[in-house]
């Protein structure tokens, strides 16, 4: 299933729960008051669960868009590292160099597919496998002409080419660093009692207070759902593909 679109199915949910679990508390209250029971809620418990779920939603929404930033600052250091080795090819008789530039090119056409394919993860792995072919090709040809050339040659490219190849498991490595969906879940199930605690606050109340209903349930819900958007940013609508450009503008530069 594609992320973004089960992200919202997990927000829609929420706020049907959200709105579900408030009438579902109402009621036991009113029920409640109508045993001649009073219901003044706990303050205890209230506060320690709305206090747990205040922290979990700030630690996951932190957290997220950390790993946001990192995505972003990932992609400017690949287009450096990559950048880099482009220009330390001069160092290389000029038709070796001149091959290796092709290839480069390539490369990178096959850097900027694989991540523009996503949320499609079977043409990622394409793309990823076509990255590691490249690779290959690339370090065994600067090898081979590098051994025509003076000594720091290689020492200055084959550090290069070493960063620009490292950077591809750093960059897939943070794509699939998530946490457990385990806290998605506590989270989901904390939301959910909120909202029956919430509900059964308001049974005093004659009427429902509707507008306050939704506004509880439509905010936990959008709040949960950045979360998991910022979490996978190429498949919902907060996205890294701005940070893309300056792999973009490198490529063009190679022209």
Known sequence: MDFGYFAMVFAGSLLLG????????????????????????????????????????????????????????????????????????????PDAAQHLREKFREYLDVRLATYRALPDLDAAKAGLARTSELQQQIWDEALAASANTQPPAIMLLAPALNSMFDIVTTRTRAAHTHPPFAIFGLLYGLVLLGGALAGYSTAKSKEREWM??????????????????????????????QADQVLVELRESMK
């Open 212 to 241: 306050h209903m939704a506004l509880f349930a439509i905010t936990l819900a959008a709040a949960v759902y950045v979360i998991m958007d910022l979490e996978y940013p190429r498949a919902g609508f907060i996205r890294v593909d």
């Open 18 to 93: 959200v709105l579900v679990t408030q009438e579902i508390g109402r009621r036991i209250a009113i029920r409640r008051l109508r045993h001649g029971h009073e219901v003044s809620g706990s303050g205890v418990v209230d506060g320690a669960v709305f206090a747990l779920l205040g922290l979990l939603i700030a630690f996951t929404f932190s957290t997220a868009a950390s790993r946001f930033d990192e995505r972003r600052s990932l992609i400017v250091e690949e287009a450096n590292d990559i950048g880099t080795a482009y220009l330390r090819l001069n160092l290389l008789p």
